[in-house]
Every structure is written in structure tokens, then in C-alpha cells.
């Protein structure tokens, strides 16, 4: 065999090959865009993963829900809030005397988070992403003791805007889910007033305090699963 043929022959392999490996690739891409969940119009509930594989909200301690706009854009929604209301009494003896405080207590809080996500073209399944949008937490909490002849209240009202950055990774095995890993850092501006009160029978006495300020602060890496509809 000539060295032309072994030429003409080994290239004629390779050309075949090529031919039968073509239509196998664009299948795969076909079947990943396919599968792929992030698409125009595609609806996901986000659910965070527990240290111990629970589930619970993935951003906000109500609702994550997220909309895809298109293929590589979204907006994410995250509710959470909080409402308690406790009531107690404490028991003690000095000396010999039996002592009694009543405790009420009340607290609410509401949360909301709304974040744009930019996401890279999936690879396999995997795709970048990165997002910023604004976060507002509003806070009242109050707790009154009665003691004796004596009350004493403690009133809190507490409000931050920021702006929130998140960066991570979503995988996408099947076209109804994802699983994801993101670290996300907040800058916040915080306003607390405190109001400490004492009512006697005699007398009223108060204090109030105003704080106001900058906060940065990071979220550690937390990891999730979004089901798409």
C-alpha cells in the first residue's frame, strides 16, 4: 500500500466518522436545550436545603417564587415574615416571699426581596448567574412586665432598606428542575428607636434611644432546589 492510499484511506475514516458523530452531537444539543427548565416564561417555587436535607424557603421565610423573562434573564420575589404573641408568668422565692412577674409579649415582622438575575448560556446543564435588586425589612416588637405596683415596657420599632447581590450556580438535570448553590451580600440602612418606659404608682419615668446606620453584610453559600411550571 502506497504511502497516497494509506493517505487517502485514513482520511476517508476520519470523514466518516465525522458524518456518523454529527447527527449524535446535534441530537445532544437538542436534547439539552430540551431538558433545559430556563426558558421564556417558565414559573419556579425555590425551596432552601437544611443542614439536616429539610426543605424551607429559599429566599424569604414565606415565598420564593421566581419568573423567567427570557432564556438568560429572571426576577425573583422572596416574602417572609413573622407574628408572635406570648404570654408568661415567672415564679420565685426570696426569702421567704413568693414573687410573681406577668410577661406579655408581641412581635411582627415583614420582609420583601426582589432581585433581577442575569443567567450565562447552560453547558451541560450548568449555568452562571448573578443578580442585584432592593430589600425592605420592617420590625415592631413591644413587651410590657408587670410587677407588684410596678410596669415596665420595652417598645422597638426597626426598618432597613438595601440593595442585595447574589452570585451562583444553577444545575439543571431536568427540564421541571434545578439545583442550586449562591452567596449573596447585602448593604443595608438601618433605623431603630427603643422606648424603655417604668409606671409606678408614683411616678413615670422614660427613655428613648434613636440609632441609625450602614450595615454591610454577607450571606453564607446556601444551597436550594427550584421547581419550574
Known sequence: MTAERFLIRGLGAWVLMGCLL??????????AERVSPLRQGAWAIQFGIAPNFTLNSFSGSILSVKRHVSASSALRLGLSGSLESLDGTTEYTYPDTLFNHDTISNATSLGVELQY????????????YWGAGPSLQLSHGKQTTQEYDVERSYLQHRWSLGLLCSLGVEWCPARFVGIHGEYGLAVEYISQSDQYDRQSESELTGRNMETSGWQERSRPVRFGISLYF
Not at 454529527?22 to 436534547?31: F, H, I, N, T
Not at 438575575?117 to 452562571?128: K, T
Open 22 to 31: 454529527m447527527p449524535l452531537r446535534e441530537s445532544r444539543a437538542q436534547d
Open 117 to 128: 438575575l442575569h443567567y450565562s448560556d447552560p453547558r451541560n446543564g450548568l449555568s452562571l
